[in-house]
């Protein structure tokens, strides 16, 4: 839900997601078969059902989330319907025996209305569901994808991001420091607080008289931006 969420949200992981899925199908696919009356009868099939419009949305999801979840919709006398599955509702149900053979798969649809125990869900056989799994470890059932194992630098790009942004925004006016009287001359805490309230109304004043016991400086913090260079472009490559 994360991933996916992160997604629509980070134009960072869009790119990176968007370039591999175009990467993949940019030459378009085929249907290779030893059997060539099925490889005719497959290619005529992808043809009518416009499988291309399911092919990308099938591996974009497979590449953000690991895991990609086509259902088979069998219908009586008439083609297969497909329809793309939301990954993180997909559960792979294998064999208990230790041997770890999918037997089936079933969509968690969350608990009935009014219920706090009762959980919708929908069962599927092995050839029902149609998985794509990007980046398996182990004999595990699920792929991790192409984000989560860059998860943390993407973080933190975009939290250097948003911290470089605060601080920009923060700054962006150069600050005064006003320096009232002196040791020797000494003024009211009065006089400090009554010539703080002109500060914070100064809007677009830009000029200001007082007398030799005021002393107005302005603050310095450097080249904001340019302390967050370098991490960027480590994050970026």
């Not at 025996?97 to 608990?111: A, N, S």
């Not at 630098?153 to 923060?170: F, G, P, S």
Request: glycine letters at 8%; hydrophobic letters at 35%; aromatic letters at 12%.
């Amino acid at each position: 839900g994360d991933l996916l969420k992160l997604y629509t949200t980070s134009h960072i992981v869009q790119s990176i997601v968007d370039k591999y899925c175009d990467f993949i199908l940019g030459a378009g696919f085929y249907v290779y078969s030893d059997n060539k009356e099925a490889e005719k009868l497959i290619t005529e099939y992808f043809k009518l059902l416009n499988f291309d419009t399911i092919l990308r949305p099938w591996i974009r999801e497979a590449l953000l989330t690991g895991n990609g979840f086509i259902e088979i919709a069998e219908e009586q006398g008439k083609l297969a319907k497909l329809k793309l599955l939301t990954s993180k509702y997909m559960y792979v149900k294998r064999s208990k025996d230790g041997k770890g053979i999918i037997e089936g798969y079933t969509q968690y649809l969350g608990r009935l209305p009014g219920t706090q125990n009762i959980i919708t869900k929908v069962d599927f056989g092995v050839t029902e569901i149609a998985h794509l799994p990007i980046n398996k470890v182990g004999d595990c059932a699920y792929g991790t994808g192409i984000v989560l194992p860059n998860l943390r630098t993407i973080n933190n790009t975009l939290k250097a991001e948003d911290d470089m942004h605060m601080l920009l925004a923060r700054k962006a006016g150069a600050k005064y420091w006003v320096k009232l009287g002196s040791y020797e001359r000494p003024v009211s805490a009065a006089t400090v607080a009554n010539f703080g309230k002109q500060l914070e109304w100064q809007n677009n004043k830009h000029e200001w008289t007082t007398d030799h016991s005021a002393e107005i400086k302005l603050l310095d913090f450097g080249n904001i931006g340019e302390k967050f260079t370098y991490p960027l472009e480590y994050d970026e490559q």
